[in-house]
C-alpha cells in the first residue's frame, strides 16, 4: 500500500512578507525530514480543502500560505530572525475600508491580497495588524459577513438558497451550508423556516381584551 502525500509549494513572495519586508533571501535551514505540528495541521486542511474541490477560495488557501510561511520563518530559517518594526493595528478608518470593500467584493473569489492593497499595506503586515484588530483572521471576518448577508437574504421568503449562496460568495450550495449551520447551528433552509415560523406566531398572536377600543 502507498502512503499518501501532499506536496505544497510556499512561494517567495510569501516568505519574505512573513520575514517582514527582509532584504534578500529567505534561508531556511536543510533539514530532510522534520516533524512540526503547526505544519501539519495546515497542511491538513489543505488537502481537506482539495479533497472537497477548493471550495472555500483564494482567501482561505491565501491565509494557509501566509500561516505555513510564518511557521517556517519562526522555525526553521537560517540565521536570526529580523524583529518585527509594527506595535499597533489597523486603525479605524482602513478596518471601516476593509469592511467596505467586502461588502463590495463579497460576490467575487477575495484574496488575501486584494483585501490588503485596499487599505495599501502588504500581505503580512496586513493580516498581523487585522488579527490583532478584530481578534479575526481575514477568512474568518469574509465568512462572518457571507453568514450575516445571508441570513438577511434567507429571510426573504422568496430568495432560493443557490441565489443566496452565490449573492453571498459561497461556490456551492454544500459549503454554504456547511459554514452557515458551524455558524448558526442549523442549515439554511431550517433556518429561514424558523425566521418565518416565528413571524407567522407572532401575526396570529391574539390581541389582549384591554386593547380592543369600545
Not at 119 to 131: C, E, I, K, Q
Not at 180 to 195: H, K, L, S
Not at 205 to 211: A, D, I, L, M, R
Amino acid at each position: 500500500m502507498t502512503t499518501p502525500h501532499l506536496q505544497i509549494g510556499i512561494s517567495d513572495a510569501a516568505l519574505k512578507a512573513a520575514s517582514h519586508g527582509a532584504n534578500g533571501e529567505v534561508k531556511l535551514r536543510p533539514q530532510r525530514k522534520f516533524a512540526d505540528p503547526r505544519l501539519g495541521g495546515l497542511a491538513a486542511a489543505v488537502h481537506t480543502e482539495m479533497a472537497a474541490g477548493f471550495p472555500s477560495g483564494r482567501l482561505f488557501l491565501d491565509s494557509v500560505e501566509q500561516a505555513m510561511a510564518v511557521a517556517l520563518v519562526n522555525d526553521h530559517s537560517a540565521g536570526q530572525r529580523p524583529a518585527s518594526a509594527f506595535r499597533g493595528g489597523l486603525g479605524a478608518a482602513r478596518l471601516r475600508r476593509i469592511n467596505e470593500f467586502v461588502h463590495a467584493k463579497m460576490e467575487d473569489d477575495l484574496s488575501l491580497d486584494d483585501m490588503a492593497q485596499s487599505v495599501g499595506l502588504s500581505t503580512a503586515h496586513f493580516a498581523r495588524m487585522f488579527r490583532k484588530s478584530t481578534g479575526e483572521t481575514p477568512h474568518q471576518f469574509v465568512l462572518r459577513l457571507r453568514v450575516e448577508r445571508a441570513k438577511a437574504m434567507l429571510r426573504a421568503s422568496d430568495a432560493r438558497v443557490l441565489d443566496v449562496a452565490l449573492a453571498c460568495g459561497f461556490k456551492t450550495p454544500q459549503h454554504f451550508a456547511q459554514v452557515f449551520r458551524d455558524a448558526c447551528g442549523v442549515i439554511p433552509t431550517e433556518y429561514r423556516q424558523d425566521f418565518l415560523g416565528s413571524e407567522v406566531t407572532c401575526a396570529s398572536e391574539p390581541v389582549p381584551v384591554s386593547k380592543i377600543r369600545r
